[in-house]
């Protein structure tokens, strides 16, 4: 069964400052992993993708995050911290066989400091 | 249309009624994803479609859960005597193609059970 795990249910950062949002996937089969990002009273959007291509991925709005096997990791991560990432950001592998489902993690808040 | 579409976006119900959650995915989107997000949450799967095939329900929590994709556009989730339990925010998401890595979400329903 594939599942994946966040690590941290709130992270705080000084606008400015990097991102370190992490992630452990569990997976039988090479995965495909997601980072979704969820604004108030906003629909979920993908931030970015991961399918065995460049273990090295870059999303939108500066984010980017490596695939890295050996860690059954897949951590999010930007440089620079700015007030509008405030949000929360979801860990996603998808379902394998007949069923694409999104399998979802539990989520991390991020909270952005002036 | 130009995004995923859910009505009503919020519905407060007593126990025991019947309701019925509309998602109009974007027009030509094949695949149709059901999702339910209790608060602190990520979302779970609740079941999908391939054009009007029903193709994965095993999210479905029991039998007064069913959803229909009658024409392969329009999807609706019907809770038949709603619980307190059943409270959460249902998400819909559609994508291209089957298997497709991106899935567009609408902003919900939120579904409040007194």
């Known amino acids: 069964a594939q599942s994946v795990t966040q690590l941290d249910s709130h992270v705080s950062v000084s606008e400015g400052t990097p991102v370190l949002l992490r992630c452990n996937y569990s997976?039988?089969?090479?995965?495909?992993l997601f980072w979704y990002v969820q604004h108030p009273n906003k629909g979920l959007q993908l931030l970015l993708k991961?399918?065995?291509?460049?273990?090295l991925v870059k999303g939108i709005n500066g984010f980017e995050a490596e695939f890295k096997k050996s860690e059954t990791s897949f951590h999010l991560t930007k440089p620079s911290a700015h007030m509008s990432d405030a949000a929360e950001y979801f860990c996603?592998?998808?379902?394998?066989?007949?069923?694409?489902?999104?399998?979802f993690g539990s989520g991390t808040r991020l909270l952005v400091r002036p | 249309g130009a995004g995923v579409s859910q009505s009503p976006r919020y519905k407060v119900t007593k126990r025991g009624q019947d309701v019925a959650l509309r998602c109009d995915p974007i027009?030509?989107?094949?695949?149709l994803y059901w999702y339910r997000q209790a608060l602190g949450q990520g979302p779970e799967f609740l079941t999908y479609?391939?054009?009007?095939?029903?193709?994965?329900k095993s999210g479905l929590p029991n039998d007064r859960f069913s959803a229909e994709r009658p024409e392969g556009s329009i999807s609706t989730l019907t809770i038949q005597r709603t619980e307190q339990r059943d409270s959460a925010m249902y998400r819909c998401?559609?994508?291209?193609?089957?298997?497709?890595?991106?899935?567009?979400f609408g902003q919900g329903t939120r579904l409040t059970v007194v």
């Open positions: 991961y399918t065995s291509a460049a273990t």
């Open positions: 027009s030509g989107h094949v695949s």
């Open positions: 996603v592998v998808r379902g394998v066989g007949s069923s694409y489902k999104l399998i």
């Open positions: 997976s039988s089969y090479s995965p495909s």
């Open positions: 998401a559609s994508s291209l193609e089957e298997g497709a890595a991106q899935a567009f």
């Open positions: 479609f391939n054009y009007e095939a029903q193709q994965d």
